[in-house]
């Protein structure tokens, strides 16, 4: 008679049954299986319909197919009890070929009477006997998983044999040790985003009878889910119209009953109402759920559902923040509704009260106008503070609440006052004055306010503190001693909103700079900086921080702006990110600093990356001064003396639209400059006679204020025009009674070079020895700060006068006088060789326009460098080669490279150029 005692053990289970979708070859996993080798655990853990049964099943066959002992058990609840779940395995190793002696016996039995442990101790003993490799499939583990079964899996895990692998499907990582297998290179996890489809598995499902944006589409509404996957092309084909993806969501039924089946269904009811609640929220955590479902336990919840796979993704690589699946969350949301549609607008208010509490201003913003509330979202930003959040976190959140139009001044007075605070930020002055203008009228003064208005009386000296600020663009005088006078009612009042008396302190800070006593405003920039970053004023920190960085430009200390600005640009970076003003504003003065220690590559390359930017940005007076001016002087460094005068010229208009009186003029005396160094006298002389130069020149200040940048300058290029016509006594004293104010008031940047231009004209003087101890104070000051430029920009065009006094300088070190003569020499150097270059082009009938950068590009071109080498080479940015490049083309009339290098060497402009600068 035949042996019946098995007769319990359903043989079905121990062979793959097909798959969760239509079996797809899934080729890249498969290879990213064995491509090394089997690991000797795999798990294969996520969510349903993720295809984890038709992979297992697909490797499976792969695994058979070599000669190996491959056995499978399907699992489901009813394996709970160690005992069956043992006499499964042991049953499916056997009938996989496994020779385990008595125990297919004693699993038929059921193991009545028999000790576990001995059996699973024996199970390893006979396993170590096999001399084929063994491959165990275990597929649904969460279905038989408990403590007592983790325990004996962990077991066998860790005591079988070496040639023994187990592949474990699951929608839970199963306790068996995964923490410690992984940390021990001896498991490979496949999880959820290994399993999505990706874009060629996806063409291969749908028999590449999509095209590009309908695949793309697909792909984006399913996340590469590949039950989402399989839905959504039943879907498809049923419908007129396959390409409108628009109505497939989680609300449809297809999705709904597949997820209430084999998802929700199996949720304890606190974990069904978490989910619910919570994907109404973009991005969670366990703070902003807390808050949200009025819980103290999201964390932990967060943590359990994403053990079990319940399609939440984390964010990143800190995980701080996860998010649901899409169609997983309108699902979510849509039971929701159902269940409790007079709850909702209350999930949203809290979540926005919490993002508006953590300076999420967008967040806040979408959720408040989900409240049905037609008002909440107003009065949630001015209770928040409206306009001084810009403060915190700049014009970004400005343009968040400034979605809100047209608020009711009465009632919204901070919020009104933000859409004026971001008009003066995009350089919408008058907008913003006219703005201010009406709603002081429309409140009588800032005292009408609606009741509901929070610290009402506060609100004049809001309107106080923006008001400055829109001086501060129309660079009207704003002294320290008017701003100490009118932010005396701020600063004196006892319980006045703090950022109010910081931000009061950071514009008299800022007004010591404008006046020009630089030591001062460093001084008090430093400390009013530290009260700055103990409120967490940010953005008010950070520009502040610019006017610190300014006053150490001008007092000589290029490295220490340099190392400040590089400061403030990753504040800047890591708080508003790379699309901000404050952080394109502090690329021109990184060029600046660049420019006096002349690294002119990277002065090059940072005005090249920002210069549009800043001046189509926030204009304002110093920042426009900063970037035309180094811009102008980088392109007479490249001879390219038409960019210089478009440049100066483009700033003059500029500043006359802008009504900046101080900057037209002294980019009017830049302008004459460059006159002066294109040896252009006569059109200099003009410039001169049009301008208010000799007005300023002839009137020194004696002490710090507004006049002093116009007043300098003017003096410096009225001094170089006198050098240039030969007047070298007029010159010297202009230059010498100027460096005498210019040290008194601490001006050391305009000292420097006035003590060069000083020792120029004494030296062609005939006064040796007044030249030599003018310029000595001047080497001994600079090239300990690294100030290099104004050695360049003074001495190069009077090389053959200055440089006998160089070398007679006895108290200066030989190090010190060669890196002077390094300075200038180069340089003249350089505009001859390419003088005789350009010569060369006029004879041939070329344009006479090729600057001196265009034809380093040139030469590296004939040399056969690609465009990244050329700008590896000359530290400029592919985009500026390319630029150069589109030139060249222009002026040499070609339009490829081949007969742009045929054209050059056929006039004889390379090999001329090469010959003179040892190219």
């Not at 996860?322 to 269940?339: A, G, K, S």
């Not at 394109?584 to 090249?608: G, R, V, W």
């Not at 002294?666 to 007005?695: G, K, M, P, T, V």
């Amino acid at each position: 008679m035949e042996d019946e005692s098995d007769i319990w053990l359903i043989r079905s289970k121990m062979h793959p049954s097909g798959a969760d979708v239509p079996l797809l070859h899934r080729a890249r996993l498969t290879e990213k299986t064995l491509s090394d080798g089997l690991a000797r655990v795999v798990l294969v853990s996520a969510p349903p319909g993720f295809g984890k049964t038709s992979f297992l099943s697909s490797l499976f066959h792969q695994v058979k197919s070599q000669s190996v002992n491959a056995a499978w058990l399907s699992l489901d609840e009813f394996d709970r009890k160690s005992e069956t779940f043992a006499a499964y395995l042991i049953t499916a190793l056997s009938e996989a070929g496994v020779d385990l002696g008595h125990l297919p016996r004693l699993a038929a039995e059921g193991f009545l009477g028999n000790n576990m442990d001995a059996a699973w101790q024996t199970l390893v003993s006979r396993m170590e006997l096999e001399d084929r490799r063994i491959v165990l499939f275990l597929d649904d583990y969460h279905l038989a998983a408990t403590p007592d079964i983790d325990k004996r899996l962990r077991y066998f895990i860790t005591h079988m044999p070496a040639d023994c692998h187990i592949v474990i499907g699951s929608r839970e990582h199963p306790n068996v040790g995964v923490p410690r297998l992984f940390s021990q290179s001896r498991l490979q996890l496949i999880g959820p985003q290994s399993l999505k489809f990706d874009v060629e598995e996806l063409d291969a499902f749908f028999e590449a009878s999509l095209d590009a944006p309908l695949l793309n589409a697909v792909m984006e509404r399913t996340e590469g889910w590949p039950v989402a996957v399989n839905l959504a092309k039943i879907w498809m084909e049923n419908r007129r119209e396959p390409s409108d993806l628009s109505n497939f969501s989680g609300h449809i039924s297809d999705i709904a009953n597949y997820l209430t089946e084999e998802v929700f269904s199996g949720l304890s009811d606190d974990h069904q109402l978490f989910m619910m609640q919570t994907a109404f929220l973009e991005r969670i955590n366990g703070d902003l759920a807390n808050a949200v479902c009025n819980r103290s336990d999201s964390w932990e919840t967060l943590e359990e559902l994403e053990k079990r796979n319940l399609f939440i993704v984390p964010i990143g690589q800190t995980r701080k923040w996860r998010r649901y699946h899409q169609l997983i969350r309108e699902f979510l949301q849509d039971r929701y509704r159902r269940l409790y549609p007079d709850a909702i607008a209350d999930l949203h208010r809290r979540a926005a009260e919490w993002f508006c509490d953590h300076l999420f201003i967008d967040e806040a913003l979408r959720h408040a106008q989900k409240t049905a509330d037609p008002f909440y979202a107003f009065a949630l930003m001015e209770n928040a503070g409206g306009w001084q959040l810009g403060l915190t976190h700049g014009v970004p959140a400005l343009r968040s609440i400034c979605t809100l139009q047209n608020p009711d001044i009465i009632q919204f007075p901070r919020v009104e006052l933000a859409h004026i605070y971001l008009a003066q930020k995009e350089s919408r002055i008058d907008d913003a004055a006219a703005q201010l203008e009406r709603l002081e009228k429309a409140t009588s003064g800032f005292q009408a306010f609606s009741p509901s208005v929070s610290d009402a009386t506060d609100i004049q000296y809001d309107a106080l503190i923006i008001k400055s600020f829109i001086d501060f663009y129309r660079d009207k005088e704003l002294t320290r001693a008017r701003l100490q006078d009118q932010f005396s009612p701020i600063l004196e009042a006892p319980d006045l909103n703090p950022k109010l008396k910081v931000l009061a302190n950071n514009m008299i800070s800022i007004s010591i700079a404008l006046e020009g006593d630089y030591d001062q405003a460093i001084d008090s920039g430093l400390r009013a900086l530290s009260v700055n970053r103990a409120l967490d004023l940010h953005y008010g920190g950070m520009y502040l921080s610019i006017y610190i960085g300014l006053s150490y430009l001008q007092v000589a200390e290029p490295c220490k702006a340099l190392d400040f600005y590089n400061e403030i640009s990753r504040n800047a970076l890591n708080s508003l990110g790379v699309d901000n003003n404050i952080y394109t504003n502090c690329q021109i003065f990184c060029a600046e600093a660049n420019y006096l220690m002349n690294d002119l590559s990277a002065a090059e390359k940072l005005i090249s990356m920002s210069f549009d930017n800043a001046v189509h940005g926030e204009i304002y007076y110093n920042v426009l001064w900063s970037a035309y001016s180094t811009a102008a002087y980088i392109a007479r460094h490249n001879q390219d003396k038409e960019r210089a005068l478009s440049l100066l010229r483009e700033l003059q208009r500029l500043a006359a639209e802008r009504r900046l009186e101080r900057l037209a003029q002294i980019a009017r005396f830049r302008e004459i400059d460059e006159f002066i160094y294109w040896d252009d006298l006569n059109e200099a002389r003009r410039a001169i006679e049009a301008s208010c130069i000799l007005d300023f020149a002839n009137a020194p200040v004696a002490a710090p204020n507004r006049s002093v940048h116009p007043r300098l300058a003017a003096q410096k290029t009225y001094a170089r025009y006198l050098l240039a016509t030969k007047d070298y006594s007029a010159a010297y004293d202009i230059a010498k009674a100027a460096g005498t104010a210019a040290e008194l008031m601490g001006q050391r940047l305009q000292l420097t070079c006035l003590r060069l231009i000083a020792s120029v004209a004494a030296a062609h003087l005939g006064n040796r020895s007044e030249a030599a101890s003018t310029l000595a104070s001047a080497i001994d000051f600079a090239l300990p700060r690294r100030l290099l430029r104004p050695f360049t920009d003074e001495l190069a065009a009077h090389h053959d006068t200055i440089a006998p006094i160089i070398a007679s300088l006895d108290d200066v070190s030989q190090d010190d006088r060669q890196t002077v003569v390094k300075l200038f020499q180069p340089d003249a150097f350089k505009a001859h060789s390419l003088s005789r270059a350009l010569t060369i082009l006029n004879k041939q009938g070329a344009p006479q326009t090729v600057t001196a950068r265009e034809m380093d590009v040139l030469t590296a071109i004939a040399d056969g460098l690609s465009n990244k080498e050329i700008a590896s080479q000359l530290g400029l940015s592919e985009a500026t080669i390319k630029f150069h490049r589109r030139n060249l083309y222009q002026k040499f009339t070609v339009n490829s490279r081949s007969r742009l290098i045929e054209a050059a060497k056929a006039q004889g402009v390379i090999s001329a150029y090469r010959t003179d600068t040892g190219h």
